[in-house]
């Protein structure tokens, strides 16, 4: 077999020498045969031609163990954390509560009941702890909210019987003594029977801490400031134009544990109105409240500038209000006629007196300045300020 190689090289070469026109040519032949030899003996050669390794994706591999088992990774993972780490991360989702299945908004969490603690789940699980994220904690509503009550059912006009009751036009008054003894209010129509008030328990040192809101004048937010100072709760008897104009003020007063109280929609004396135009009044300036709060107005009403009637007594409690007047107050309203801080702090420590129901008006610099002072005496003094939910019944 040798030979017969050797003797095939031979004769290529001598032809080679015979043709030299043909050198170049047979060369390039016998090149290529070589070539061609040399990639035949590669393709023996084990691993040759096989596709490099990829690392196998578990994701991919799980769908299809499950794929073949007639299962999806969701149905087949008991264990809402083993799921989580099977399946491929979400996009971070918005902020908003995604619909429900019939297609409503979600209730908001806040007023739902508390989620279960993590080791009360934890008790049903057979698999092994597993670190998890706590659910974030409830804030505790301020005071002021947690004595909100539903408000009273609404009534018309037609449910009335106003036939037989005086109409006649009553203008809330007190008169002051020197002996700091409860003042004693006006005679003309016991107001108890309508379930109205102008003093609290006089058997105790406790004084409740009122204020009238027409308008925004530029002080109620010092007011507020020095009440969180002081840790002092008081009522707001807010007209429901104030509650429109100034939304951020009356959330504050709601957020910082103080009461928001009717004062009537559009301040008009009631006895010039029809029943049901002081029903409108009165539902007008609660609903304006629970539109930008979310929540019902406590029922306890303050008749515009103090007028009232045994008529408007009456329509008051029906509608399941009652009527809040004042033991102690004075001519601070008038806002270009102010008489000073000192005033201020001596008319109400002149006259301080158990059960007291102390009427300021916010739109007063003078009440804004004493009212600092005037609860560090009060308070020295032994008093205790209360919440109208605290009136005796």
Not at 217 to 235: F, M, P, Q, R, S
Not at 246 to 270: I, Q
Not at 336 to 349: H, I, S
């Amino acid at each position: 077999m040798k030979k017969k190689k050797w003797i095939l090289y031979w004769r290529t070469l001598k032809l080679a020498k015979a043709q030299p026109v043909q050198r170049h040519t047979v060369a390039y032949i016998w090149q290529m045969i070589t070539l061609c030899g040399l990639l035949f003996c590669l393709t023996l050669l084990p691993g040759c031609g096989e596709q490099p390794l990829q690392k196998p994706n578990p994701v991919q591999a799980f769908a299809q163990e499950a794929e073949t088992a007639g299962a999806t990774p969701e149905s087949t993972a008991s264990d809402p954390l083993i799921a989580a780490e099977t399946r491929t991360p979400s996009p971070p989702k918005s902020n908003a509560a995604p619909p429900d299945a019939t297609g409503t908004k979600a209730p908001d969490p806040l007023a739902q009941t508390q989620t279960p603690n993590a080791p009360a789940l934890a008790k049903n699980n057979d698999a092994p702890a597993r670190t998890q994220t706590p659910a974030p904690s409830q804030t505790p509503d301020p005071p002021a909210l947690a004595q909100t009550k539903a408000s009273p059912p609404v009534i018309s006009a037609d449910s009335l019987n106003t036939a037989g009751l005086s109409n006649k036009k009553l203008s809330w008054y007190i008169v002051k003594n020197k002996d700091h003894q409860p003042t004693r209010g006006a005679a003309e129509l016991d107001i108890s029977a309508y379930d109205g008030y102008y003093l609290g328990d006089t058997s105790y040192k406790y004084i409740w801490l009122t204020f009238d809101q027409g308008y925004e004048n530029g002080y109620t937010a010092l007011i507020l400031d020095t009440l969180k100072e002081k840790g002092v709760h008081a009522a707001f008897f807010c007209v429901g134009t104030y509650i429109r104009d100034s939304p951020d003020l009356v959330k504050r007063m709601v957020a910082e544990g103080h009461m928001v109280v009717n004062h009537s929609e559009y301040h008009p004396s009631f006895p010039d109105i029809s029943d049901q135009d002081v029903l409108d009044e009165i539902y007008g300036a609660a609903k304006r409240y629970k539109d930008l709060t979310g929540l019902d107005m406590p029922a306890f009403f303050r008749p515009p500038s103090g007028e009232y009637s045994e008529r408007t007594m009456y329509i008051t409690k029906a509608a399941g209000y009652k009527t809040i007047f004042w033991s102690l107050a004075y001519q601070d309203w008038l806002v270009d006629q102010q008489p000073g801080k000192e005033f201020a702090f001596n008319t109400v420590m002149d006259n301080l007196h158990n059960g007291e129901i102390l009427l300021l008006h916010a739109v007063s610099s003078s009440n804004a300045e004493a009212l600092p002072d005037i609860i560090d005496a009060v308070k020295a003094q032994g008093y205790e300020f209360k919440s109208l939910h605290d009136l005796p019944q």
